[in-house]
């Protein structure tokens, strides 16, 4: 600033805020523009109610594919396996898609950036088509596991890339809503994958369940491609540098690497062979490599290594990653219990219902309860409790003699479990850390929870195989055929039904043992969970009162163009009357290019924060904001009155303490002309991009 302005006198609690000041000569602030790259401005209008439903519509289509081509496997693997007589590659066919999910989810956010939304949703769509072509036209098992891989890559981005456009299209108040909506689709999805498949496999056999996908994924690879247009955010492609992909690269290897190693040793060559002494302790070498990685050379990792020091942050994320292992294990073999014991793939499909059911109902009663309580504690206990007694009813009860009901019942409750522990640790990731840690964190509980099914998976095909290798040799070894015998025992479930007598009961014991191994495997591991979730701190949910929390941005119309843009920082202030309290918890842009002088020492601020102040600024009436306190649930009308009483109760203690100080700041002048002009043409601006800290980070401590 010039010395001039530098040298009048600092304002105070009773300056008064309308004071007309004589205009100056404009001094332009390009301090921070010469720094680095000005910006585009990118102005996205948020579309009409018909319009919003229609895009949305079209992205879910691809969540609801994609959630459903990821549990179709589930039932499909029997039939599947008996046509390439190749069941013990059952872990391929089901790990492939996950494995490919867990490698492009985390990097999809930073290459839709750079290339734009659409081209990201044309990419996943043309993929996932492709992948379940191959998968459908396949004529043995590895290029049936290769179109898993591709449809995994496309499905993969499907789902997160519908998260993005959300974010982009909708205002922060109605976006629980809508990713509420895209929740359910994705639990739709993956809840009748199994009887889908089953379904299909019964009338038309297993290659038209993927073929009866062609023309959906068709429809929406066609919709996003007309009715998805939001504009690049990052223009520059030297930003593709900033790409983790040797972070998702080590991770897919060392995934790949464990898969051959589990899965080759004991079923396909001894546990001596030199491709199991190779790949295992390459697989570690890997993990290593990635945490190496992830630590110190990746600018944006998939998985934040220092952030999982937290004590918090490292069980919940755990949790999540031994749970879903179990809850894996049991979604891939429960349907392939019930088809050794006779029944179809549409009737194994359906026993997973009340699992997908009870999910729902866990994920929705525990956070309606943590939204009247404002605590998580005591429900995670139970929650786990009733996880693990549920885990352990399988464990125990699950043999050729268990009866019809039971079963739903226990598959209810374990699925009310895991969803109830999906909700509550997501939230306990939340509120363990800083607001601009809560993306991060969220994104390494995905990562866990894709790690771990593809894991869990993987863990139970090698338990099964071996202990079922091992039974079927106790009991048929003597066979003058045993080798083939064995052997096609293996590959073909459906072989089992065709036998007769004590060669029938002793197949099926057999098969039990081998299952009974799987359900004690998923049971250590869901103790695992249950024990490390004991370790989490606990924190209430209910907004606290800390210094960064009960910032508050005074505003006050301008009457005129020649009155300098001031906001006051301040929650003490005699001249407020009746002010509307309101939360602005974030404000998105790419880039810092406008600058804000707070008692003459100069922060950086984003184009749609400086907007919006402006904008603010420009209504009659005074404003008391919240900026980064809360962020409020517009549509619950209870949250909304006990936050806005909860602020205006602060406001008056602070006000009686006088704790508060005034802070004038002032706007560059000639760049304020030129946004205000922008924001008047286009009123319908909704900033929706990177979120920009740099305001109330300069007043921390009031």
């Not at 699992?355 to 943590?370: E, F, H």
Request: aromatic content about 12%.
């Amino acid at each position: 600033m010039s010395s001039r302005r530098g040298s009048q006198r600092r304002p105070s609690e009773s300056t008064p805020l309308l004071q007309e000041v004589p205009p100056e000569p404009i001094e332009v602030d390009r301090g921070i523009e010469q720094q680095q790259d000005a910006p585009e401005e990118i102005l996205i209008d948020e579309p009409t109610k018909r319009k919003l439903a229609a895009i949305m519509a079209s992205i879910w289509l691809g969540v609801f594919l994609g959630a459903l081509d990821g549990t179709i496997i589930a039932t499909l693997s029997t039939p599947i396996s008996n046509s390439f007589n190749s069941f013990t590659l059952l872990s391929w066919l089901a790990s492939a898609y996950f494995i490919a999910n867990a490698a492009l989810q985390p990097i999809s956010g930073r290459l839709t950036d750079i290339f734009g939304r659409r081209a990201g949703l044309i990419f996943s769509n043309f993929f996932f088509f492709a992948g379940n072509l191959i998968c459908g036209l396949a004529k043995d098992e590895w290029f049936m596991i290769f179109g898993r891989v591709v449809a995994g890559i496309g499905g993969g981005g499907l789902m997160a890339i519908s998260t993005f456009v959300g974010s982009d299209l909708v205002p922060l108040r109605q976006r629980g809503l809508i990713q509420g909506l895209g929740n359910v689709c994705y639990g739709l999805g993956g809840g009748l994958g199994g009887v889908y498949g089953g379904w299909i496999n019964d009338i038309k056999g297993w290659r038209f369940a993927f073929y009866f996908q062609l023309p959906l994924i068709a429809i929406s690879g066609i919709l996003v491609a007309c009715m998805v247009n939001i504009p690049v955010k990052e223009k520059s492609i030297s930003r593709i540098k900033r790409v983790d992909f040797l972070g998702a690269f080590t991770l897919v290897s060392t995934l790949v690497l464990l898969l051959v190693g589990l899965n080759s040793g004991g079923n396909i060559v001894p546990w001596t062979h030199p491709v199991v002494l190779a790949t295992l302790p390459l697989s570690a070498a890997g993990f290593l490599i990635f945490i190496y990685v992830e630590d110190r050379v990746a600018s944006e990792p998939v998985i934040p290594v220092r952030l999982l020091l937290h004590r918090t942050v490292a069980c919940a994320c755990l949790t999540n990653w031994f749970t879903t292992m179990s809850v894996y294990m049991l979604l891939y073999y429960v349907p392939v219990y019930f088809q050794v014991l006779g029944s179809s793939p549409l009737q194994a499909g359906a026993r997973l219902i009340p699992q997908s059911i009870g999910a729902s109902i866990g994920s929705l009663g525990s956070g309606y309860i943590m939204r009247a309580t404002g605590r998580y504690y005591i429900l995670n206990i139970f929650i786990e409790s009733l996880f693990f007694l549920s885990s352990a009813l399988i464990a125990g009860t699950f043999d050729q003699n268990t009866a019809q009901v039971p079963p739903y019942i226990y598959l209810f409750l374990m699925g009310a479990g895991y969803g109830g522990m999906l909700t509550v640790t997501l939230l306990a990731l939340i509120a363990a850390v800083d607001q601009k840690y809560q993306a991060v964190v969220t994104s390494a509980s995905y990562a866990f929870r894709s790690t771990g099914s593809t894991i869990g998976i993987t863990i139970a095909s090698a338990v099964f195989q071996n202990i079922l290798k091992s039974q079927l040799w106790a009991r048929f070894g003597d066979r003058p055929d045993a080798h083939e015998f064995i052997g096609t025992l293996r590959n073909s479930i459906g072989e089992v039904q065709n036998l007769k007598g004590d060669v029938y009961e002793e197949a099926i014991k057999a098969y039990m043992w081998a299952l009974k191994g799987v359900w004690v495997t998923m049971l250590g591991v869901a103790t695992l969970g249950v024990v490390n979730d004991f370790w989490k701190d606990t924190k209430s949910l209910r907004p606290q009162a800390t210094p960064e929390a009960i910032q508050i941005l005074q505003t006050s119309y301008s009457e005129s163009w020649k009155a300098r843009a001031r906001f006051a920082w301040s929650a003490y202030n005699q001249r407020v009357r009746q002010a509307r309290y309101e939360a602005l918890s974030y404000v998105w842009d790419r880039k810092a290019s406008r600058s804000m002088t707070l008692f003459g020492q100069r922060f950086p601020i984003c184009l749609s924060m400086y907007y919006a102040l402006q904008g603010i600024r420009d209504e009659a009436s005074t404003r008391a904001i919240w900026v980064a306190a809360t962020c409020i649930n517009q549509a619950d009308a209870t949250e909304r009155g006990l936050l806005a009483a909860m602020m205006g109760d602060m406001q008056m203690r602070m006000q009686f303490h006088k704790l508060a100080r005034s802070v004038y700041a002032e706007l560059n002048l000639w760049a304020w002309l030129a946004s205000n002009a922008v924001w008047r043409k286009r009123s319908r601006f909704r900033p929706a991009l990177e979120p920009s800290w740099s305001l109330y980070n300069s007043e921390r401590t009031l």
